[in-house]
């Protein structure tokens, strides 16, 4: 069992100076940041490790088609400005929590989790700490992700375990962002569940109030698993400057790229 969760977090609780100084960390976790960039930002020129990562979700059946790089890119950049910006506005608001001051924290906690939204370049504790430093929309992207890697969800359940605990090596800077609770311990309990079964219901976030809006419905019904966003990508034009001829002239999610 896991332990009961605070009353408050930290970032609810303490100053901004506070949590900005939290979530830089010490020379250990600035180190570790740089390392990540680094890394992040070889696989960026690394085509067949991407190529190889596809096939292995290929297998797993997470991935039904395979796109090209461009078209995760410009897709990524459809899921991150058509839900995931939108539902976070709209969630932080609600809380009563500023939208920038929320990303420059998390940015500051680990810079590499906003330079690579589709998780296809990152590292398997990048996406980890992504899992745990966000209250998710939606958890079950991040867990097929995960598969990428031999030991992905167990690892996963490992780390969340010692973030509820107090002795993961994150826990001060990420302790600085997550504004829910109870969140870690709800993602440790679905963590568990799908690795028995990954059919199991995921957490939704439920209060998005977005969700009257028929195409930010449909965005986040075709986002929200990896399946349905490798979908989407494989629809889009192949040439990077269609590609950019598109993003600059679409304003709002198409529906005819929705999924079921």
């Known amino acids: ?60 059946g997470h991935v039904p088609v395979q796109p090209t790089p461009w078209q995760i890119f410009f897709g990524g950049f459809d899921m991150l400005r058509f839900v995931i910006e939108p539902a976070s506005r709209d969630y932080y608001r609600q809380k009563g929590i500023s939208f920038g001051f929320h990303q420059l924290l998390r940015v500051l906690d680990d810079p590499v989790s906003m330079i690579d939204p589709t998780g296809f370049l990152s590292e398997r504790d990048t996406i980890i700490g992504h899992v745990m430093q966000v209250v998710h929309l939606n958890p079950v992207y991040d867990l097929q992700m995960l598969e990428m890697f031999p030991d992905g969800l167990e690892e996963l359940e490992r780390q969340v375990a010692a973030m509820i605990d107090g002795t993961h090596p994150r826990a001060g800077t990420i302790g600085a962002i997550v504004e829910d609770p109870g969140y870690h311990a709800r993602l440790l309990e679905y963590v568990r569940a799908y690795r028995r079964d990954p059919a199991s219901p995921p957490p939704v976030r439920q209060e998005q109030t977005l969700r009257a809006d028929p195409r930010f419905a449909a965005a986040e019904r075709t986002f929200a698993t990896l399946p349905g966003f490798v979908a989407y990508c494989a629809k889009l034009p192949e040439r990077p400057l269609a590609l950019a001829r598109r993003m600059r002239a679409l304003r709002e999610f198409p529906m005819e790229l929705a999924g079921s």
């Not at 009961?4 to 600035?30: D, N, Q, S, Y």
């Not at 390392?35 to 960026?44: K, N, P």
């Open 1 to 60: 069992m896991s332990a009961a969760p605070a009353a408050a977090t930290k970032r609810l609780a303490e100053p901004a100076w506070r949590l900005v100084a939290a979530a830089i960390g010490g020379p250990r976790a600035i180190s570790g940041k740089a390392v990540r960039v680094g890394r992040t930002a070889r696989l960026w020129l690394d085509r067949e490790e991407i190529r190889r990562r596809l096939r292995t979700l290929a297998e797993r």
